[in-house]
């Protein structure tokens, strides 16, 4: 390995040293002599000092005599020989947290290294967290860039994200430490970034070389490391759902069984939106949070879709656990508002939950200023009034009404009605059992029963009223599948306001 006389420097920085450098020394040196040689730095005596010299450039040693000084120095080359061996090792097993490892000892400077979709593949394991800048904190934790640096970055007139090579950069108030970047490519593909951080010493051209001399090493494995990430990425059912196409059945049992989930498990929809509309074309920064957040929410399906972040959350297969606080943690600091759908049984409504979410993100951005999350519960109301399709008024249905409903054709249980009356009765009992014509202790009776199965406020005037519409509009679907001829049973009743609900239809 060729080194430079600043990384000799570099190597020498503990001893007095006096420096004549120029910026553009190349690593072209293959040994220490002392005689002068070809691409060999000179090494000889001056007095008590010792010299390193490589045609005009030259270090000063202070006190060192001409033999330990020798050797000394002799050492650094054999230290750099090593040091690269190994490199080529570690990064041929594509150990690359063992790579910024041993790149420690010769930067002295947190290092980190990315790959091509801004994950995180290593950093410096010597500095702890709270030292360092929030975007450390940030990659360390979740394990990819933020979308907030990535913005940064891309405002910025200093870097390129798109172009190879190395620069050297101030931090903007919201990275942190200045540094040097180096974007890796290979075959003109973006495979990687590695960065180093200026933290404990001053960056110098010699860091710069050793990063440029380590970028060269890990392009080819990063390539390697890109094209295996491609074509193991699984494939969902999600997308064709959003989009309301159908997918035969054995296709969704196969594709959620990988996760251990069910067609019809119980599901609610996340769906966020990057603040800045510049940025919300970026498909690398959608990707990216993606990723972020898969990563971080095992138990959810995390994919994009037109231009937004789809957040699919199986509730059936949670028990208290919700994405909600991780999303409010980092909602601030990637920049993106979300909304959250109703929850309901069936993957297969995926489309009608997008919609919900989807009228709530926009309802909430023009209504709100700094709010972040928009629960669609408090807008289905004007949803349901501003619809034109009466299945999307059953599927944005008071979620407890739903049930009740589902459980009067299949049970003939008689809560549904006892819910209806209650409601219509300004929750009176002596008018609800009247107007059922049972015993007001019957009533009673029935009443701690809801109780059990609805989770909602009934103190909550704004629920009440959409408790009513639901009902309404429930009743109004069994009308009319009664006008289209069709026998009101269980299942035609069922399937007209929620299709595909039972397993067998196609």
């Not at 947290?97 to 394991?125: E, F, M, T």
Request: hydrophobic share 40%.
């Amino acid at each position: 390995m060729k080194i430079s006389m600043w990384m000799l420097a570099n190597r020498l920085s503990s001893l007095d040293l006096e420096l004549h450098i120029k910026e553009s020394a190349e690593p072209v040196l293959k040994s220490a002599r002392r005689a002068y040689a070809t691409n060999c730095v000179f090494v000889y005596p001056e007095g008590a000092d010792l010299i390193c010299e490589h045609n005009d450039d030259w270090i000063r040693i202070h006190d060192l005599p001409l033999a330990e000084g020798f050797e000394l120095i002799q050492n650094v080359f054999d230290f750099y020989d090593d040091w690269y061996s190994g490199l080529r090792e570690l990064t041929a097993k594509r150990d690359f947290q063992k790579v910024i490892d041993s790149c420690w000892p010769i930067l002295n400077n947190p290092v980190l290294l990315l790959n091509g979709n801004r994950q995180l593949l290593a950093l410096s394991r010597q500095y702890n967290p709270d030292e360092m800048d929030d975007e450390w904190r940030y990659l360390e934790r979740y394990g990819y860039s933020s979308v907030s640096a990535v913005r940064t970055w891309l405002k910025s007139d200093q870097i390129s994200l798109t172009k190879p090579g190395i620069t050297r950069y101030k931090a903007p108030k919201e990275v942190g430490f200045d540094g040097v970047t180096c974007g890796i490519f290979a075959d003109g593909s973006y495979v990687g970034r590695i960065n180093i951080l200026e933290k404990d010493r001053r960056i110098n051209a010699g860091d710069c070389q050793i990063l440029e001399i380590i970028s060269d090493v890990l392009r080819d494995a990063l390539a390697l490391t890109a094209a295996a990430s491609n074509n193991s990425e699984n494939i969902y059912i999600v997308t064709s759902l959003l989009m309301g196409r159908h997918v035969e059945r054995e296709i969704m049992t196969l594709q959620l069984s990988y996760r251990r989930w069910y067609v019809h498990d119980r599901y609610r929809l996340y769906l966020l939106s990057l603040r800045d509309v510049e940025f919300q074309n970026e498909p690398s920064l959608l990707q990216m949070l993606a990723q972020t957040m898969q990563r971080q929410l095992m138990e959810c399906i995390v994919t994009v879709y037109e231009n937004k972040l789809v957040v699919l959350h199986n509730l059936s297969r949670t028990k208290d656990w919700t994405p909600d606080d991780f999303l409010n943690r980092i909602a601030h600091t990637s920049h993106f508002r979300y909304a959250i759908s109703l929850p309901t049984e069936g993957i297969f409504r995926c489309n009608a939950l997008y919609k919900q979410a989807e009228y709530a993100l926009n309802t909430g951005i023009l209504s709100s200023g700094e709010e972040v999350r928009f629960p669609f519960y408090g807008m289905a109301l004007d949803y349901i009034l501003e619809s034109s399709s009466l299945t999307d008024c059953a599927q944005a249905a008071h979620p407890d009404i739903i049930t009740l409903w589902k459980a009067k054709w299949e049970h003939d249980d008689g809560m549904f009605l006892t819910m209806k009356e209650y409601l219509n009765n300004d929750r009176s009992l002596v008018g609800t059992a009247q107007a059922l014509f049972i015993h007001r202790n019957t009533l009673v009776y029935r009443l701690k029963k809801l109780e059990d199965i609805i989770s909602a406020d009934l103190n909550d005037l704004y629920t009440r009223d959409y408790m009513k519409l639901s009902i309404r509009i429930l009743e109004l679907i069994e009308r009319q599948c009664s006008r289209n001829g069709q026998e009101l049973n269980a299942e035609n009743a069922i399937n007209s306001a929620f299709p595909d609900y039972y397993p067998g239809l196609r």
